[in-house]
């Protein structure tokens, strides 16, 4: 692969149209030759940016570092023995310059760095958007059929999924249609603090993709005038240039509001164009692939959206009811806005005169622009439901000002179906009277829109930590002198929760707690947050979800307490099972509360399950933890199929591998057990992979295709389950791995001195990303840290360790014994195996233990610290070794060519940030001085920043 080498040079001359990039728009034989221009442009023009901001001095440092680490890189970067002499020179230059640096001076070139790789990324979130439209247009002139060529046809797309499907033969087109029909993904947006980068840049980034798109949309007509090339190479230096000169830090934690704002900021400015968009495609896809005949439903809703932002209180005192209350008062604010405006934008539009009979008589027979006079009310009275939402918010937040008019619930809209009916009457008015086009132009859009976000925008889900449940239980046990519900056993918990849930009197009244210092603060807060729920209106709150569930007592404690505060429509109620055991008895937990007929008459046949991956693996390990999340879907699917009960299961995946995410969405949905999915998929979506994902429009509409047509093929396609000797190998595997990883991270007493000196652990506290504080508990180790900085910390260094800890040491003792070649057919012909062992082999193509070597070197001074990191990379290179023999190949992701790309354009520009980052932390551990300790903190916040888009992950 051609070698990419992107100085920070002059930007003079720099510019997206050159003589050779028209010809290559033209024959579209190398796009990444495009991708490459496009990324060496924006580095010259970022270099002349720094050298007009920063001055000619800073440049060179950026300079002399970039070369350094090239260098390092073309001799092997410390795995290559016969070039050792050549690579330690050249990383010796690089600690070098990175320790001749003022502190400030560390910061500024450490946001050369960051935004270089903040520049590549939106280079290379545009390259897939401009692949897709080639392999597009490739595929509208390839067959010479009349084809709709809404979708491309890949074997992840439902342009390539509906027709593999109907071409097998033993699937009909109404099968496929009802399957499309009828599934549903739900996506819950969460605030989990790994999003490093400042609303403010990924606005920034954003413009620069479409100026990139735009640039191709120009080159595509063949030659550009002077003029129009102009206007956009400005444009991009304008933005470079703002981007250098905006502060890319957080400079306070966001309240959970702000938080919440954020994160559905996405389903205002992208989503609520792009999901009516891509449905759009999906029904000409299915018309073109299935016939005219099979059209998406009016009101079908393969997406929903939930959040978590403002509802998920497990571990944050921030999240308290009213912050509740106020996040979901706001967000029917901003639903009804979004309502009203395309309803303003409709109104502007249907100037007909003509309408049915069913309508005029809402309108009257004068009204000579029946459709505008219909909507007008409905215009009116949304503004009405904003006015009371905002009335209701002041006086949540205790305002004093007086209200000009109190609006009564009667005089708004409070459910979705309420504004639905009133919308269909006019879209089947306009398809009555021949204006079917109109109808299925923007009033279409809106239906679907409506019938996916409703008048609450993200409906959100409440989750508390089962102790905060029992301890209120507790707390009303002894008040009634009944005892103390803690110290009682499962069966006494049973038996006491099913009479109370049968029981027509209160278990307590609101004025027994409120008032009385026999209840501490935390349990108040815990009754209050169930006195909140009961106050909600329809589709405000979605689910329940109890963290850290062990037991059946953890799910009717909470249908207990809903009831009693008065909840009429309970919520479901959710337990989440996280731990290695809790996985394990989850089974067990599920049977107990299948079979208490308090239960059973209060779920409806129906039950919601989730699945923790980031705290399993923690726990126990990434390959134990993969195992013990397969069979626990496949034992909880059985349950409920034993016990006739619906099941849905919630999967609580990060973005990145060590907290179950996977960059391949398509195949990580086809890698789960089977039939355990059946056309439902909850899932979280976190942090940084919100924008990845749903930044933007083009992206948005591939990420929901990619779920839609991974669901439907996941339901209609046979995958091997597990064989029993392949059972009995996975739980070889496990144990060993699960071993190994608990040796290192529980047992070694060596082990958290060493975390928390060799990575920026401590510190990662500082980066105001979030609202929730680093650990559940503000003492203890490891065990008490959140997934997330322990995933994030760890990244930083590049060693990436949860990920592949005790996995090869799994491996390598398989492959030795008579249990080899079975290992080897299992990695070959189970695809669920070899999805987990692909994604270590990604992680450790994407570490780099020579770095992580570094980070020891300067910042470890225990002597039995440093002896466990030397013994821990050894390990690395062990795992190394084992997965590439597993796998068969000779080097990592031999035929991943994007993640190839992504590596060779970045790992320079990260090798420096780490140098850089080290240097920093040596700084700031032995810093007195409170203003240089504030300048060396901003500098460790940049390189962090810079490392994790270098990265393309961060927790």
């Given at each position: 692969m051609?070698?990419?080498?992107?100085?920070?040079?002059?930007?003079?001359?720099a510019s997206l149209?050159?003589?050779d990039r028209?010809?290559?728009?033209?024959?579209?034989?190398?796009?990444?030759?495009q991708?490459?221009?496009?990324?060496?442009?924006?580095?010259?023009?970022?270099?002349?940016?720094?050298?007009?901001?920063?001055?000619?001095e800073?440049?060179?440092?950026?300079?002399?570092?970039?070369?350094?680490?090239?260098?390092?890189?073309?001799?092997?970067?410390g795995?290559?023995?016969?070039?050792?002499?050549?690579?330690?020179?050249?990383?010796?230059?690089?600690c070098?310059?990175a320790?001749s640096?003022s502190n400030?001076?560390?910061?500024?070139?450490?946001?050369?760095?960051?935004?270089?790789?903040?520049i590549?990324?939106?280079?290379?979130?545009?390259?897939?958007?401009?692949?897709?439209e080639?392999?597009?247009?490739?595929h509208?002139?390839?067959?010479?059929?009349?084809t709709?060529?809404?979708?491309?046809?890949?074997?992840d797309?439902?342009?390539?999924?509906l027709?593999?499907?109907l071409s097998?033969?033993?699937?009909s087109a109404?099968?496929?249609?009802?399957t499309?029909?009828?599934?549903?993904v739900?996506l819950?947006?969460?605030?989990?603090?790994?999003e490093?980068?400042?609303?403010?840049?990924?606005?920034k980034?954003?413009?620069?993709?479409?100026?990139?798109?735009?640039?191709?949309?120009?080159?595509?007509?063949g030659?550009?005038?002077?003029?129009?090339?102009?206007?956009?190479?400005?444009?991009?230096?304008?933005e470079?240039?703002?981007?250098?000169?905006?502060?890319?830090?957080?400079?306070?934690?966001?309240?959970?509001?702000?938080?919440?704002?954020?994160?559905?900021?996405?389903?205002?400015?992208?989503?609520?164009n792009?999901?009516?968009?891509?449905?759009?495609?999906?029904?000409?896809?299915?018309?073109?692939?299935?016939?005219e005949?099979?059209?998406?439903?009016l009101?079908?809703?393969?997406?929903?959206?939930?959040?978590?932002?403002?509802?998920?209180?497990?571990?944050?005192?921030?999240?308290t009811?009213?912050?509740?209350?106020?996040?979901?008062?706001r967000?029917?604010?901003?639903?009804?806005?979004?309502?009203?405006?395309?309803?303003?934008?409709?109104?502007?539009?249907?100037?007909?005169?003509?309408?049915?009979d069913?309508?005029?008589?809402?309108?009257?027979?004068n009204?000579?622009?029946?459709?505008?006079v219909?909507?007008?009310?409905?215009?009116?009275?949304?503004g009405s439901?904003?006015d009371?939402?905002?009335?209701?918010?002041?006086?949540?937040?205790?305002?004093?000002?007086?209200?000009?008019?109190?609006?009564?619930v009667s005089?708004?809209y409070?459910t979705?179906?309420?504004?639905l009916?009133?919308?269909?009457?006019?879209?089947?008015?306009?398809?009555?009277?021949g204006?079917?086009?109109?109808?299925?132009?923007?009033?279409?859009?809106l239906?679907?829109?409506?019938?996916?976000f409703?008048?609450t925008?993200c409906?959100?889900?409440?989750?508390?930590?089962?102790?905060?449940?029992?301890?209120?239980?507790?707390?009303?046990?002894?008040?009634?002198?009944l005892?103390?519900?803690?110290?009682?056993?499962?069966?006494?918990?049973l038996?006491?929760?099913q009479?109370?849930?049968?029981?027509?009197?209160?278990?307590?009244?609101?004025?027994?707690?409120k008032?009385?210092?026999?209840?501490s603060?935390t349990?108040?807060?815990?009754?209050d947050?169930?006195?909140?729920?009961?106050?909600?209106?329809?589709?405000?709150?979605?689910?329940?979800?109890?963290s850290?569930a062990?037991t059946a007592?953890?799910?009717?404690?909470?249908?207990l307490l809903?009831?009693?505060?008065?909840?009429?429509?309970?919520?479901?109620?959710v337990?989440?099972?996280?731990?290695?055991?809790?996985?394990?008895g989850?089974?067990?937990t599920?049977?107990?509360?299948?079979t208490?007929?308090?239960?059973r008459?209060?779920?409806g046949?129906?039950?919601?399950v989730?699945?923790?991956?980031?705290?399993s693996?923690?726990?126990?390990g990434?390959?134990?933890?993969?195992?013990?999340?397969?069979?626990?879907?496949?034992?909880l699917?059985?349950?409920?199929?034993e016990?006739?009960?619906?099941?849905?299961?919630?999967?609580?995946?990060?973005?990145?591998?060590?907290?179950?995410g996977?960059p391949?969405?398509?195949?990580?949905?086809?890698?789960?057990?089977?039939?355990?999915?059946?056309?439902?998929?909850?899932?979280?979506?976190?942090g940084?992979?919100i924008?990845?994902?749903?930044?933007?429009?083009?992206?948005?509409?591939?990420?929901?295709?990619?779920?839609?047509?991974?669901?439907?093929?996941?339901?209609?396609?046979?995958?091997?389950s597990?064989?029993?000797?392949?059972?009995?190998l996975m739980?070889?595997?496990?144990?060993?791995?699960?071993?190994?990883?608990r040796q290192?991270?529980?047992?070694?007493?060596?082990?958290?001195p060493?975390?928390r000196?060799?990575?920026?652990?401590?510190e990662?506290s500082?980066?105001?990303?979030g609202?929730?504080?680093?650990?559940?508990?503000?003492?203890?180790?490891?065990?008490?840290?959140?997934?997330?900085p322990?995933i994030?910390?760890?990244?930083?260094?590049r060693?990436n360790?949860?990920t592949?800890?005790?996995?090869?040491?799994?491996?390598?003792e398989v492959?030795?014994?008579e249990?080899g070649?079975?290992?080897?057919?299992?990695y070959?012909?189970?695809g669920?195996?070899?999805?987990?062992v692909?994604?270590?082999?990604?992680?450790?193509?994407?570490?780099e233990?020579s770095?992580?070597?570094?980070?020891?070197?300067?910042?470890?001074?225990?002597?039995?610290a440093?002896?466990?990191?030397?013994?821990i990379?050894e390990?690395?290179h062990?795992?190394?070794?084992?997965?590439?023999?597993?796998?068969?190949?000779?080097?990592f992701?031999e035929?991943?060519?994007?993640?190839?790309?992504m590596?060779?354009v970045?790992?320079?520009?990260?090798?420096?940030?780490?140098?850089?980052?080290a240097?920093i932390?040596?700084?700031?551990?032995?810093?007195?001085?409170e203003?240089?300790?504030?300048?060396?903190?901003?500098?460790?916040?940049?390189?962090?920043?810079?490392?994790?888009n270098?990265?393309?992950?961060?927790?």
């Open positions: 051609t070698n990419c080498n992107f100085r920070f040079h002059s930007s003079e001359g149209f050159h003589d028209i010809s290559l728009a033209k024959e579209g034989n190398d796009l990444d030759k991708l490459r221009s496009d990324v060496k442009t924006m580095g010259s023009i970022l270099g002349e940016t720094i050298q007009h901001f920063a001055g000619r800073i440049f060179d440092k950026v300079e002399s570092l970039r070369l350094a680490a090239k260098s390092w890189r073309d001799a092997g970067a795995r290559d023995e016969s070039q050792k002499e050549a690579c330690d020179h050249a990383f010796k230059s690089m070098d310059t320790a640096l400030q001076d560390l910061k500024t070139v450490s946001r050369a760095f960051a935004h270089f790789c903040a590549a990324n939106a280079a290379e979130f545009h390259h897939r958007s401009r692949w897709n080639h392999r597009l247009a490739m509208a002139t390839s067959d010479g059929k009349n709709s060529s809404a979708m491309i046809p890949a074997e797309s439902c342009g390539g999924v027709p593999q499907l097998r033969g033993d699937l109404e099968q496929i249609y009802q499309l029909c009828s599934q549903q739900e819950v947006l969460t605030a989990h603090p790994t490093v980068n400042r609303r403010t840049l990924l606005d980034h954003r413009r620069i993709q479409e100026l990139l798109t735009k640039a191709d949309d120009l080159r595509s007509k030659a550009v005038p002077n003029f129009e090339k102009k206007v956009v190479n400005d444009s991009l230096k304008r470079i240039g703002l981007m250098w000169q905006s502060d890319e830090l957080y400079r306070r934690k966001p309240s959970v509001q702000e938080e919440a704002e954020r994160g559905t900021l996405v389903v205002e400015t992208v989503l609520w792009a999901l009516p968009s891509f449905l759009r495609k999906l029904d000409a896809v299915m018309i073109d692939t299935l016939g005949q099979y059209s998406l439903p009101e079908s809703t393969p997406f929903k959206f939930s959040s978590w932002m403002g509802g998920d209180r497990d571990g944050n005192p921030n999240v009811p009213d912050v509740t209350r106020e996040v979901c008062l967000n029917r604010i901003r639903a009804a806005t979004l309502l009203k405006n395309d309803l303003s934008e409709i109104a502007g539009r249907l100037s007909t005169t003509f309408c049915s069913e309508l005029r008589e809402k309108v009257g027979e009204a000579r622009a029946p459709y505008r219909y909507i007008a009310s409905m215009i009116e009275k949304l439901t904003i009371w939402a905002d009335q209701e918010l002041r006086n949540v937040q205790g305002s004093s000002q007086p209200f000009e008019k109190s609006i009564s005089d708004i409070l979705k179906n309420q504004l009916d009133e919308i269909l009457l006019m879209y089947h008015s306009l398809n009555d009277t204006n079917k086009l109109t109808a299925e132009g923007k009033v279409l859009d239906i679907r829109n409506l019938s996916a409703g008048l925008l409906p959100l889900d409440v989750r508390q930590e089962s102790t905060r449940h029992t301890e209120a239980l507790d707390a009303i046990t002894k008040y009634l002198g005892g103390s519900y803690a110290e009682w056993d499962e069966e006494t918990k038996s006491w929760l009479a109370e849930l049968s029981s027509k009197r209160p278990l307590i009244r609101t004025t027994d707690w008032n009385n210092d026999a209840f603060e349990v108040k807060d815990t009754l947050t169930f006195q909140m729920i009961s106050e909600q209106h329809d589709d405000s709150l979605n689910a329940y979800v109890i850290q062990t007592s953890d799910v009717l404690a909470v249908l809903q009831i009693d505060a008065g909840v009429t429509k309970p919520l479901r109620v337990p989440l099972f996280e731990t290695l055991d809790d996985l394990n989850a089974a067990e599920m049977k107990t509360l299948f208490l007929p308090a239960y008459a209060r779920i046949g129906k039950q919601e989730m699945i923790g991956y980031s705290d693996a923690k726990d126990a990434r390959l134990a933890a993969s195992w013990a999340q397969y069979e626990t879907q496949e034992a699917a059985g349950v409920a199929k016990h006739d009960v619906d099941l849905v299961f919630f999967h609580g995946k990060g973005g990145t591998v060590g907290r179950g996977n391949a969405t398509f195949n990580a949905i086809l890698s789960h057990a089977p039939n355990t999915i059946n056309g439902r998929f909850r899932v979280t979506e976190q940084e992979m924008y990845q994902n749903f930044g933007h429009l083009d992206r948005a509409q591939r990420t929901l295709d990619i779920y839609t047509a991974a669901i439907c093929a996941e339901k209609h396609t046979s995958r091997q597990p064989t029993p000797k392949w059972r009995n739980d070889t595997l496990s144990k060993i791995s699960c071993d190994a990883y290192i991270v529980r047992e070694d007493e060596r082990f958290v060493y975390f000196s060799a990575t920026p652990e401590l990662l500082a980066l105001n990303i609202s929730r504080p680093a650990k559940r508990k503000v003492s203890g180790g490891v065990e008490s840290l959140r997934a997330i322990w994030f910390a760890w990244t930083q260094t060693l360790l949860p592949w800890l005790g996995v090869g040491e799994a491996i390598s492959l030795r014994s249990d070649d079975e290992l080897r057919s299992m070959n012909e189970w669920s195996f070899r999805t987990t692909d994604l270590v082999e990604m992680v450790l193509a994407k570490s233990p770095i992580a070597r570094h980070y020891d070197n300067v910042l470890v001074n225990d002597a039995k440093k002896e466990l990191g030397s013994a990379r390990i690395h062990k795992t190394e070794n084992a997965v590439l023999d597993l796998a068969g190949h000779k080097t992701c035929t991943n060519i994007l993640l190839q790309r590596l060779q970045r790992n320079p520009y990260v090798d420096c940030s780490n140098v850089l980052q240097e932390l040596k700084r700031l551990r032995d810093c007195e001085s203003e240089e300790e504030a300048v060396l903190k901003d500098a460790l916040l940049v390189s962090i920043t810079g490392i994790a270098g990265m393309g992950n961060t927790g």
